[in-house]
T-cell receptor
Framework: GDSVTQMEGPVTLSEEAFLTINCTYT??????LFWYVQYPGEGLQLLLK?????DKGSNKGFEATYRKETTSFHLEKGSVQVSDSAVYFC???????????FGAGTILRVKS | NAGVTQTPKFQVLKTGQSMTLQCAQD?????MYWYRQDPGMGLRLIYY???????DKGEVPNGYNVSRLNKREFSLRLESAAPSQTSVYFC????????????????FGPGTRLTVL
């Protein structure tokens, strides 16, 4: 079945450091790919998405490119802030587009 | 426009007690979902409802029942709570026709933190 694998955390960075969180997937067909973010004590919010190969999703300085050849959707940000501390989830939509399959989540901690 | 709302926010139960978690959305979405979140395991789908009047099992349905009361509301019931059901429960919805994010983007509620003693 479909699956998503994320790099294990926690990831601890200093403010203004470069961030990469790796995400790879296994899926039938060509799913949409998502990054969701969960701030402490809150529900998940969509951070960005991409719907086809070579698409780049971007939001709030975060970017991820849909790489079909490597089945990856790595999340990057050039300069993280303390306010980016959260849990980040990579996900894909199933073939019918009705359900999402989530990775285990990666905790990001940014120190000032 | 409140989005997805969940009640209660917190709940403590004793083993064997029952309870219903409520979820409502005001975005006119067709599909609704219940997930549980456990440390290190991401979100796991319990049940979902692709449209009003239909429900289907997800990855971890045992011990739960659901009701899609109408298009807006989707409740999750624990008939006889067990300590293994201690978790954070999230409701989500998707399938709106409006907006640039597409019909497969899910919108989440704030969650219910449930402890079963």
């Amino acid at each position: 079945g479909d699956s998503v694998t994320q790099m294990e955390g926690p990831v601890t960075l200093s403010e203004e450091a470069f961030l990469t969180i790796n995400c790879t997937y296994t899926a039938t067909g060509y799913p949409s790919l998502f990054w969701y973010v969960q701030y402490p004590g809150e529900g998940l919010q969509l951070l960005l998405k991409a719907t086809k190969a070579d698409d780049k999703g971007s939001n709030k300085g975060f970017e991820a490119t849909y790489r079909k050849e490597t089945t990856s959707f790595h999340l990057e940000k050039g300069s993280v802030q303390v306010s980016d501390s959260a849990v980040y989830f990579c996900a894909l939509s199933d073939l019918g587009g009705n359900k999402l399959v989530f990775g285990a989540g990666t905790i990001l901690r940014v120190k000032s | 426009n409140a989005g997805v709302t969940q009640t209660p926010k917190f709940q403590v139960l004793k083993t064997g007690q029952s309870m219903t978690l409520q979820c409502a959305q005001d975005m006119n979405h067709n599909s609704m979902y219940w997930y549980r979140q456990d440390p290190g395991m991401g979100l796991r789908l319990i049940y979902y409802s692709a449209s009003e009047g239909t429900t289907d099992k997800g990855e971890v349905p045992n011990g739960y029942n659901v009701s899609r009361l109408n298009k807006r509301e989707f409740s999750l019931r624990l008939e006889s709570a067990a300590p293994s059901q201690t978790s954070v429960y999230f409701c989500a919805s998707s399938g709106g026709l409006a907006g640039v994010l597409g019909p497969d983007t899910q919108y989440f509620g704030p969650g219910t933190r449930l402890t079963v003693l």
